[in-house]
């Protein structure tokens, strides 16, 4: 009867492999995510490096600016200072010419000019001559202003573009190192995904692995079952009809011991003046009769006699006369023939000789 083998699924060998697999799987994650972080800090680190780099930009454009428009306010100063000095000067110079005491009154004097009307006319020459002087270095100081103030202006239009532009550049390579760093990401994941994959089907694989050698030792173990339960009703089998031979053979020896007590042992042997009886032959004990025969053995029945005994035991048998020597024992044990027959046989076959037939019929 076949035993139901059953696989314990709690066995060390599966858990050793799933820890295994879980190890695996643990190390190959930490390390993409490992990877992944450095990733993400080597893109943010160019981020900010392009951002350090656009500030510091946009810091030195703002200065070169500043530096501009403040150099225009000097200008502008300057042009201030100017025309503050061109209108002192002309102040200056009509109170000089205008001055009733002064070089010119004094030449309209020796010429007898004064109170008369080129001197009056004179007098308005010399404040209008002032006064021109004044508004043509006021309006050069506007203007100048004006182009000062557009030049300013100018600048922080330009600062502005700059910047903008800066700016703008900055933005550009930071959104293409976030789509870099995005992708990169991105692809480490999946990396991470397959790598987890391939381990999973590798550690299914040493499961299924594991799961066959438990079949494999299973099947074993009934092979061997099998073959204990065959040998023990083989040995079963064997001793039932050792016992039925022992019991025929007791028959059979009873009745020639019975035939020879029936033909001549009445019959008393003598010696000298008194009488003796002797047991008749064939009456002599069977283990005597055993022990004597195997002395008058062929060496092929010897032989015979020796695989016999040792594939009675389940022993292994090697040599010439192995094979048909284990026929023999099977086809007895399997009741196909008797062992008179068998011996019979190998007499026959020219394995053994007739004296072996009479001799090994005692022990087999």
Partial sequence: MATNYSINYEDDRFKQVEQAKQEAINNSNSMYDQMINDSSQYYQNQINAVNDYSNTQQQLQQERTDQAINEINQQKEYAEKDYQKEQRGAYTDWQKESNRYGVNAEQQAASGLTNTG????SQVSMYNTYQ????TARE????????YDNAIANARISNNAALAEIAYNALQNTLELSLQGFQYKNQLLQTRLNAQQQLDSEYYQRYQNVLSQMNTENALKEQVRQYNENLAFQKSQAAQQQKNWEKEYALSLSASRSSGRSSGGSRSYRSGSGSKKTKAPGTAPIKKQQKQGTNNLSSNGKTVLTLYQKLMKGEKVSGTMAGPISVMVKNVLRGKTTRAD????LYKNGYIKENDVRILASYL
Avoid: P
């Fill in 140 to 147: 050069s100081y506007q203007r100048a202003v004006v182009d």
């Fill in 342 to 345: 068998a011996l019979n046989s």
């Fill in 132 to 135: 021109s002087r004044v508004a």
């Fill in 118 to 121: 080129y001197s009056e006319s």
